[in-house]
């Protein structure tokens, strides 16, 4: 059964940072394409920064480029969202999406607040 936890979300002054956690189980991230999407209040789910399967390719939307860094760890099965110098419009629920051709996973979520 796949399972994917996102951990790391918090309340967090602008300017501040956080660093999510995505851990899987019941498949080997190395398999897996990743990506971490965000959702605000009243907004669609928006896809923020993207790794490709063998973790040399990321892509990230032009709100966060500079400012995150999506990376992986194979050993621990975890995928990471870095986030520096946090601005109030990054608040949103942020999820983890893990795809291989038709599969695709999600984690649950996990929120971040940037306000002062």
């Known amino acids: 059964q796949v399972q994917l936890v996102e951990s790391g979300g918090g309340l967090v002054q602008p300017g501040g940072s956080l660093r999510l956690s995505c851990l899987a189980s019941?498949?080997?991230?190395?398999?897996?394409?990743w990506n971490w999407y965000r959702q605000a209040p009243g907004s669609e789910r928006e896809v923020v920064a993207a790794?490709?399967?063998?973790?040399?390719?990321?892509n990230y939307a032009d709100s966060v480029k500079g400012r995150f860094t999506i990376s992986k760890d194979n050993a621990d099965n975890i995928v990471y969202l870095q986030m520096i110098e946090l601005k109030p419009e990054d608040t949103a629920v942020y999820y983890c999406?893990?795809?291989?051709?038709?599969?695709?996973?999600w984690g649950q979520g996990t929120q971040v607040i940037v306000s002062s």
């Open positions: 019941g498949i080997n991230i190395r398999d897996y394409g």
């Open positions: 999406n893990g795809r291989r051709f038709f599969n695709s996973y």
């Open positions: 790794l490709g399967r063998h973790g040399n390719i990321t």
